[in-house]
């Protein structure tokens, strides 16, 4: 992989990433670690890589961080204070966990409802009550869906809208927080493989919207958690 180098606020301590062993959390990790981060825990309900990431998985490994692959799954509040455990000291919490459960309004149910809700809205709601410390940086990867909607997505916009309105929770009482309504990354990220891709394109040939590259995408989240936008 392409080094990522990008010259923003040197990160530090010991850092944990829900959704950590895909392609977005893998790069927030390696992002992480070139900053400076000394232990990095990527957490995910597996615990184990997601297919095709070998190679962001190696990038990360060959930085200095001390990097550990943890089973949590997000949905589970036991899970989530299990992980923060493991941290003594917490300096960052980035939930990139997310779930797609698209159907036509008509067709959502409890099930699809809560296929989307439980890892996001709720595991970022298990978050804010495990994290302690109102000085560790919380960073929410949200979704541009959210702000704009979309096709089939009621649940995975409305779980999104939960994230945002944390964020503001969060800050209103003087803990950091930030939520990022990220689009659709070039590369990495749910909108990069499967059918999700495939809509992303037709979405772009109709709105004139393009995806997220690599290096735009880090230089946002850099500014974002710089400046504390929400």
């Known amino acids: 992989p392409r080094p990522i180098a990008p010259t923003y606020e040197k990160a530090s301590g010991d850092h944990i990433v829900s959704g950590g062993t895909g392609g977005l959390g893998l790069l927030t990790g390696r992002w992480l670690a070139q900053r400076g981060a000394r232990r990095l825990f990527l957490a995910s309900r597996s615990g184990a890589l997601a297919r095709n990431t070998a190679s962001e998985w190696e990038a990360v490994r060959t930085t200095d961080a001390v990097t550990s692959l943890v089973q949590c799954d997000t949905c589970e509040r036991a899970h989530i204070r299990r992980l923060v455990a493991l941290v003594p000291i917490l300096d960052g919490a980035w939930h990139a966990a997310g779930v797609l459960a698209d159907a036509l309004l008509s067709n959502q149910t409890a099930g699809t409802l809560g296929r989307s809700y439980a890892p996001k809205a709720h595991g970022a709601q298990s978050l804010h009550g495990a994290i302690l410390s ?67 394109a037709a979405m772009e040939a109709a709105s004139g919207f393009s995806r997220i590259g690599l290096a735009q995408g880090l230089g946002a989240l850099g500014t974002a958690v710089q400046h504390g936008s929400s």
């Open 134 to 200: 109102p000085s560790s940086t919380c960073v929410l990867f949200s979704s541009v869906m959210a702000l704009l909607g979309g096709a089939g997505q009621a649940n995975y916009s409305a779980a999104n809208m939960c994230l945002d309105a944390l964020a503001s929770y969060r800050r209103a009482r003087s803990q950091v927080a930030t939520s990022v309504q990220w689009g659709a990354w070039a590369e990495v990220g749910m909108a990069a493989r499967g059918a999700a891709s495939e809509r992303m």
